[in-house]
Every structure is written in C-alpha cells, then in structure tokens.
C-alpha cells in the first residue's frame, strides 16, 4: 500500500491506469500457467503417505507448470500486439510479462512449502518481493517511469526467487537433485485431468476479478477511469489477504484424509466472519482518508469504488473457505460450473453497467458476481456435506 502511494504519485493518472491495465492483465496469464496445479498439487501431495510419492507428484507438477506458462508467456506476447489498449505500452507489458517465469518457480517452492505446512517460509518471500521493489522506489524515487517499474519489478522477483530458493536448500534441507526426475507424461496425463477444472476456473476467475473490468473500462470509459477503479480495487484485494493465507495455511489440513475437518471449518466460518463484520465499518469510514494518504485528491473516485466493494469483501470472505473446502472435497468440477455462472454474470452485467455507469457500475457488478459465487459454493457444499 506504502508502494501504491508513491506509485499513484509519481505516474500520474493515466499512467497508473496503463500500470492497472498492465498488472491485471499479468494475473491473468499468470493464472493460466499455474492452471490449478499450486491448489491441486498441495492437495495430491497432502494426500500421499509416502515420501518418495510426494518427490514423484511434486517434479511431474514442476514439468506441468513450466509448460503451461509457456503457453501463458506466447499467448502473452499475442494479446499484447493485438489489443489496442497496448499501443504506446507494448514494451513496459513484455517486461512484465516476462516475470511470469519467476513467478511460476516461486509457485513450485510455495507448493512444497504449503504441503510441508510450513508457510512461514512462503511468507518472507511474500514480502521480501514488494519490500525490494518500496526501497529501490524510495532511493530512485526522482527517475521513476512505467517502464522503470516493470524493470525493477522483474528484478526484485529475481532476487526474492534466489533468497527463497536457498532457504529452501539450507533450511529444510531440499536437495535439488533428488527432485530433477525425468518427465513422466503418464503422470502429468493423470495431473492434469484433476488440475484443469481448477485451472478453467482460476482462469475464468481472473478474468472476472479484474482483467475484464480494467479491459472494458478502458475501451468504453478511458484509462483515467482504470487508474481510479484500480486503486480502489487495490486496497480491496490487499484487504483480502489475511483470509487467503488463513485458508491456504488450512488447506493441507482440510485435505488430509484424517482429522475433524467439519469441526474445523466451522470453527474457521466464525472467525472468517467476525473477522470480515469487524472490518467493513473500519474501512468504510476511512475510505476517504486512505485514499487521499495514498493518492492524494485526484482519486477521489477511488472512494466510492472503494465502498462499493466492501459488499464484494463480505462475500468474498467466506468464499475463500467454502471454496477451499469444495477443492479439498474433489469439487474441482463443481468449482468449475459455478465459476462459468460467474462469469456469465459478471461480462454481461458489466456490459450492462460500464457504458451507462462507468466505474461505479463496475464496482456494483463486482459485488453481485461475488454474491452469486459465494452463494452457489454454499449451496453445492452444503449439498455434498448432507450426501
């Protein structure tokens, strides 16, 4: 958020909007390289007795990723030579792009991490990353560009991979060797046929959470409009941390074959919950001082997204763990379905609501396709905890 601050600053409107642009289309093509196998390879490695087994799925699952954010990083280049929201950005977004490589190998290491229920370790490099990039913003903080963003981005990911992967040789005593075992494509074929229902729907997920908005918005609103509903959306997805690292450090637990998984969901559902009631208020009435701290008074927009979106945050709290819950059940498929009603939601109300409505009516969008999500996962858990 410090970052955000000087970033909003020092770029402007329009070019924070073309940095929003940028970003958003990044966690896309990242989601399509991981393509479910972080979530669903932390499952298969859970549910394995034997450490020789969890090596075997743990290298397969390296291969599988590399591979797809080749497909990602390819697919990457095309969009950004044929999409005319690029023109004059072209180079900053191939920058960007390319940490999609970084990104992808820091996933393995979380994916050995999370299984080892040790995250402890996945969160020093979770802020070892953007605390990098805050201090080389703050001592250059006089050449700050687009494109100088992206650079130093690429290089404090570079960097926190290298820290990480030597935490994971010296620490926990990984020996790279014993993982670097040939591909398997019998057992990527059997990966694979469990990640892509994941995989879709993290995909279609993105896409709907933020990749489609920033796109329409600056097709039929302008990219001042991007960067005012990207700072807001900021501070909302920054505002959903604490419960995805509360879910992701569960999920090994709610995958494991033993263990009183219904007395701990729902003692989890309360503290999700209280946690997110609590929170609403709180950030409702500071929203106008947050974002004059960190934008100043050409954001003022950026508040009333801001609040909009606090209803998108109640949803999408408890979310998180009913939809984690489903994965640790086997409902990749089930996740899938819903994820398309979602999306089906989302473009056609923000087709509805942007032209008319502007960023306001993409907030309210955001908001109902939560609802609609997290009121189907309910349901579909519900369904499957009475069977």
């Given at each position: 958020m410090v970052t955000t601050g000087i970033l909003t600053r020092k770029l402007g409107v329009s070019a924070y909007g073309s940095f929003t642009l940028i970003t958003a289309t990044f966690v896309l093509l990242d989601?399509?390289?991981?393509?479910?196998?972080?979530i669903i390879g932390v499952k298969q490695i859970a549910e394995k007795d034997k450490e020789e087994e969890k090596r075997r799925i743990f290298a397969q699952i390296g291969w599988l990723r590399l591979g797809m954010t080749g497909v990602a990083f390819l697919i990457g280049l095309a969009l950004f030579s044929w999409w005319p929201g690029f023109e004059g950005i072209k180079t900053e977004a191939t920058i960007a792009l390319l940490m999609i490589w970084l990104t992808s190998l820091t996933g393995n290491l979380g994916i050995f991490w999370q299984s080892?229920?040790?995250m402890e370790y996945r969160v020093i490099i979770d802020i070892l990353f953007p605390l990098l990039f805050l201090i080389s913003l703050w001592w250059w903080k006089d050449t700050v560009t687009l494109r100088w963003v992206f650079w130093v981005y690429l290089g404090a990911r570079?960097?926190?991979?290298?820290?990480?992967?030597?935490m994971l040789t010296n620490n926990l005593k990984f020996k790279i060797k014993d993982w670097l075992i040939k591909i398997d494509f019998k057992i990527i074929k059997k990966i694979f046929s469990?990640?892509?229902?994941?995989?879709?729907?993290?995909?279609?997920?993105?896409s709907y959470d933020r990749a489609i908005d920033s796109m329409m918005i600056e097709r039929w609103v302008g990219i001042k409009e991007v960067a005012w509903y990207g700072l807001g959306y900021k501070i909302y997805s920054n505002l959903l941390q604490p419960v995805y690292f509360f879910v992701t450090s569960l999920f090994p637990l709610l995958s494991a074959k033993n263990g009183q998984k219904r007395k701990l969901?729902?003692?989890?559902?309360?503290?999700?919950?209280?946690?997110?009631?609590?929170?609403?208020?709180?950030?409702y009435f500071l929203a106008p001082l947050m974002v004059r701290i960190l934008a100043g008074n050409d954001f003022?927009?950026?508040v009333v997204v801001l609040r909009i979106l606090l209803v998108a945050m109640a949803f999408s709290y408890v979310e998180h763990l009913v939809g984690f819950t489903l994965i640790a059940k086997g409902g990749q498929k089930i996740m899938l379905k819903l994820g398309l009603v979602a999306l089906v939601v989302n473009i056609v109300g923000n087709v509805m609501a942007i032209p008319r409505y502007g960023i306001v009516g993409a907030a309210v969008v955001t908001g109902l396709t939560e609802a609609v999500a997290c009121s189907l996962m309910g349901w579909r858990l519900w369904k499957m905890s009475r069977a």
């Open positions: 989601s399509l390289g991981d393509f479910g196998t972080r080892k229920e040790r570079t960097v926190s991979f290298l820290v990480g992967l030597w469990e990640t892509w229902p994941m995989g879709l729907y993290l995909l279609i997920f993105a969901f729902l003692g989890s559902l309360w503290l999700v919950t209280a946690g997110v009631l609590i929170l609403i208020p709180i950030v003022g927009m950026s």
